[in-house]
């Protein structure tokens, strides 16, 4: 089978043959037939110490079952997060990791939708939303912040307000139900917000607890690091608040399941919609990376083998 490599940071990425893997006991063997992008992958590539396996969103149809398997079997249709090996023809899945896909859906959509959706609907969880509160989301356009908009929609937010890098998102944004658009280099983020999830981080973290009002938080579930002043937080009684998807799929998968339904019947309802900004093939994963680190995409950025 083909496989995606790289042998020092910052890469270039490669294909390679490799045997195909056999499923070890709780795993599944998926041929994979989408594999979604994501900017903590692209940054492992060029931070990285060493080389790491690019894993990551996986979807397409059971193979094999190994032992103490019970929940799938071969011809089975799922999707999940795969910890090893993700770009490739075939990648292994723990069960407990793995969620069917509905027969309505395409293995896209899976992608598009499932753990950046987990990672959306946790952050706004997280946020402890109120219906008729105000909300901003950063990197609005991207694959979690694009169904985040949705979603603070669809949870009561009264006023949406979508952050992005560059003027030309807009009006994608405005398509997905925000009421505003503001480019990260406003000198003005408008009216302040109850709540803010945030996706970017860095020097990104002091505009937008600028934008919150007294009293209100902010959700940072990016890899990109940043501070905050403790002062700017005290004089407006504002909070920050953390959010990791990968503990509550290891923690509370009770929670983590309920999440995915919720997912799942928001897009068979029509209610919640993943886009995808395109699809490009195994051998040019370098194309879907740069598509990810230039921050021009629109939506999801899938892989399809």
């Known amino acids: 089978m083909r496989r995606v490599r790289y042998e020092h940071t910052g890469g270039p990425l490669f294909l390679e043959d490799v045997p195909v893997p056999t499923a070890g006991p709780g795993e599944l063997l998926v041929r994979a037939e989408a594999i979604?992008?994501?900017?903590?992958?692209?940054?492992?590539?060029?931070?990285?110490?060493?080389?790491?396996?690019?894993?990551?969103?996986?979807?397409?149809?059971?193979?094999?079952?190994?032992?103490?398997?019970?929940?799938?079997?071969?011809?089975?249709?799922?999707?999940?997060?795969?910890?090893?090996?993700?770009?490739?023809?075939?990648?292994?899945?723990?069960?407990?990791?793995?969620?069917?896909?509905?027969?309505?859906?395409?293995?896209?959509?899976?992608v598009a939708l499932v753990r950046s959706g987990l990672v959306a609907l946790g952050t706004l969880e997280a946020?402890?939303?109120?219906?008729?509160?105000?909300?901003l989301v950063t990197a609005a356009a991207g694959g979690v912040g694009h169904l985040a908009v949705q979603l603070a929609r669809l949870r009561g937010a009264s006023r949406v307000v979508g952050a992005v890098s560059a003027p030309g998102k807009a009006e994608f944004v405005r398509a997905l139900g925000a009421d505003e658009v503001i480019t990260y280099d406003s000198g003005d983020w408008g009216t302040p917000v109850d709540y803010v999830l945030d996706a970017v981080g860095g020097d990104l973290?002091?505009?937008?607890?600028?934008?919150?009002?007294?009293?209100?938080?902010?959700?940072?579930?990016?890899?990109?690091?940043?501070?905050?002043?403790?002062?700017?937080?005290?004089?407006?009684?504002?909070?920050?608040?953390?959010?990791?998807?990968a503990r509550i799929a290891r923690g509370e998968p009770e929670l983590y399941e309920r999440w995915r339904q919720e997912l799942w019947r928001l897009f068979t309802d029509g209610a919640l919609k993943p886009a995808v900004h395109g699809e490009f093939a195994l051998e040019d994963a370098a194309k879907a990376h740069d598509a990810i680190e230039s921050r021009g995409n629109l939506g999801k950025v899938v892989l399809s083998p």
């Open 36 to 110: 979604g992008v994501t900017l903590p992958v692209v940054r492992k590539v060029t931070e990285a110490a060493e080389p790491i396996p690019l894993g990551g969103e996986i979807a397409g149809e059971v193979v094999a079952a190994g032992e103490g398997v019970t929940r799938f079997r071969a011809g089975d249709r799922v999707t999940g997060l795969c910890f090893g090996h993700g770009y490739a023809d075939y990648a292994l899945l723990h069960e407990a990791m793995a969620t069917p896909v509905p027969g309505s859906a395409s293995a896209v959509d899976a």
């Open 127 to 135: 946020a402890r939303p109120v219906r008729g509160e105000s909300a």
């Open 205 to 245: 973290l002091t505009p937008a607890v600028a934008a919150l009002t007294p009293g209100g938080r902010l959700i940072a579930y990016s890899s990109g690091g940043g501070t905050v002043q403790a002062y700017d937080l005290l004089v407006g009684a504002k909070s920050v608040i953390g959010f990791q998807m």
